[in-house]
């Protein structure tokens, strides 16, 4: 089933290469000079909250960026939000997690303007990220049973922190939709850093992370405002 | 085509991919790993090998088997673990989890005897899908003898692995 997945992101993103290639022809010829400090912009991504509202386990969930616009190539940004969970197992065991997360890193604007055309500030972007998340979670109701010798007895773990770390590579476009107004997009493959596991009880969903895996996918719809 | 109609395009596509990165990451939750943790029992004889001057062990076949718990109070379980089964070479008793030493009388071939192990408790968290385990270390083992001839504790480390714990030798 995952190979089924990668086959379909991977060649979806083949699709969207090609696609795009009508948005930019690259002809270097009487470019308008663009300054280095070209604004800042202030992001929000509508997407957590609405996929947040509509899970039954997650937690609100909400993410925001700052990005720094240097001479339209180059886009630092660092962001931050708020995730958690609540989800019980099939064991009907409790997971509950809630924490802060933050990602910095850079984005690199892979369009380049259009001779012909007025200039424009869309942008196609791609970048990496260092996200991390220093949080706190509960697994509890873990029942242990006594199949031949009767008894039971229950375990909770609560008040467990724990600090993960990982990176990103993303990638997106962002389009000016009216004035100083954008609207955009971006997908992103997350990888977790090798980390020696000191607690006992691992956890199972990280906030701004997902899922305890080697590595997720993470999709953001973001709108914004530049300065 | 102008630059919305491209970008609301793109959306669609996005959406599509959405929905099927949701439906490829959705898990159940259930557990998939082994939990059942038992003692591991192998029966054994020794013969001697003139030509090599030395003993040899090989693996014993009871004809038939009995094996019923004994509980705290010194009273036998109501559950039997083994009825009457025919040709067995090995078995596999649960311990105790909430006690450090367990108690299992055994009939082989109509001879009984009674064993007793005692051992030390580990907790071990496995995943929030599978919950906790015990696993056991073994101290001590000792049996009466009227089938039961000598024990040996090859393993004392009890999990979930398929490893023989404890051989029981009868000449």
């Known amino acids: ?61 909400a ?13 630092p940004v660092y962001e ?15 997971y509950k997690a809630n924490g802060i997360y933050q990602r910095a890193g850079i984005d690199f604007n892979l369009l380049r303007q259009k001779k012909e055309a007025e200039p424009n500030n869309n942008k196609l972007l791609g970048g990496i990220r260092v996200g991390w998340s220093n949080f706190k979670y509960d697994v509890t109701n873990i029942t242990i049973t006594n199949d031949y010798w ?22 997106g476009i962002q389009v000016e939709v009216f ?37 997720n996918v993470g999709f953001n719809y973001t709108v914004g405002y530049h300065f | 085509m102008s630059y919305l109609q491209k970008y609301s395009l793109c959306i669609c596509w996005m959406l599509i991919l959405w929905g099927i990165g949701n439906s490829c990451s959705t898990t159940d939750e259930v557990c998939r790993e082994e939990k059942d943790v038992k003692l591991k029992v192998g029966f054994y004889t020794q013969n001697f090998n003139s030509s090599t001057q030395k003993y040899v062990n090989s693996s014993l076949s009871v004809d038939s088997l009995t094996i019923v718990g004994i509980d705290s109070l010194g009273q036998l379980m109501d559950s039997v673990l083994y009825n009457n089964s025919k040709n ?26 009674t064993l007793t192990i005692h051992y030390t408790n580990h907790l071990q968290y496995l995943s929030f899908e599978c919950g906790s385990i015990i696993t056991h270390t073994i101290d001590t083992v000792y ?5 039961i001839d000598s024990l040996t504790i090859v393993e004392p480390d009890i999990t979930t692995l398929d490893v023989e714990n404890l051989q029981i030798f009868h000449y």
């Not at chain 1, 089924?4 to 000079?33: A, D, H, M």
């Open chain 1, 1 to 61: 089933m995952l190979k089924i997945c990668k086959y379909f992101i991977i060649s979806f993103l083949i699709f969207f290469f090609g696609y795009i290639n009508v948005f930019s022809q690259n002809k270097k010829e009487n470019l308008p000079k663009i300054k280095w400090w070209n604004g800042i912009m202030l992001n929000f991504d509508v997407f957590s909250p609405i996929q947040s509202s509509l899970s039954s386990s997650q937690n609100f969930s």
């Open chain 1, 150 to 171: 009767g008894g039971e007895s229950t375990l909770n773990y609560e008040r467990q922190s724990a600090l993960k770390v990982w990176y990103e590579i993303v990638f």
């Open chain 2, 88 to 113: 067995i070479s090995s078995v596999k008793l649960p311990l105790n989890k909430f006690s450090k030493e367990s108690k299992f009388r055994l009939i082989l071939n109509d001879e009984l005897d």
């Open chain 1, 179 to 215: 004035k100083n107004v954008y609207l955009g997009w971006n997908i992103r493959s997350k990888n977790l850093f090798k980390q020696n596991t000191s607690t006992e009880v691992s956890p199972w969903y990280i906030p701004g992370f997902g899922k305890n895996n080697t590595s």
């Open chain 1, 80 to 94: 931050i939000g708020i995730d958690g969970i609540n989800k019980t197992s099939s064991q009907e065991i409790y």
């Open chain 1, 63 to 75: 993410v925001g960026n700052v990005q720094i616009n240097l001479k339209d190539i180059f886009l």
């Open chain 2, 143 to 147: 049996a009466t003898s009227h089938f």
